[in-house]
């Protein structure tokens, strides 16, 4: 069984900063991709940042210059540094990993975690 954990959430004010983190754990064999996602309520959820095993990242066009994914492939965990936020990044973030589970290795399949609100005040 595999498990996505989020942490780092909380309330911040305008141009401050908070660093989120997430960890996969359990029966797993490697992670290719991992990113961060977010949902604003009445929005659709939407790509943030992601990162591939090699280190090659992505970013929404909205957060590039403030945001930066970072991880730790031995540890199975990817960070999301974010500054310099706005109201507008208000939301629910949610973290993601593509990986290969021993349960089934032959499988690529997409965990999600619960996610981690976000609040930036204005």
């Known amino acids: 069984q595999v498990q996505v954990v989020e942490s780092g959430g909380g309330l911040v004010q305008a141009g401050g900063s908070l660093r989120l983190s997430c960890a996969a754990s359990?029966?797993?064999?490697?992670?290719?991709?991992m990113g961060w996602y977010r949902q604003a309520p009445g929005k659709q959820r939407e790509l943030v940042a992601a990162?591939?095993?090699?280190?090659?990242?992505n970013y929404a066009d909205s957060v590039k210059g403030r945001f930066t994914i970072s991880r730790d492939n031995a540890k199975k965990m990817v960070f999301l540094q974010m500054n310099s936020l706005k109201p507008e990044d208000t939301a629910v973030y949610y973290c993601?990993?593509?990986?290969?589970?021993?349960?089934?290795?032959?499988?690529?399949?997409?965990?999600w975690g619960q996610g981690t609100q976000v609040t930036v005040s204005s």
């Open positions: 993601n990993a593509d990986l290969y589970s021993r349960s089934d290795p032959a499988l690529m399949a997409t965990n």
């Open positions: 990162v591939t095993s090699g280190g090659r990242t």
């Open positions: 359990g029966n797993i064999v490697s992670i290719l991709n």
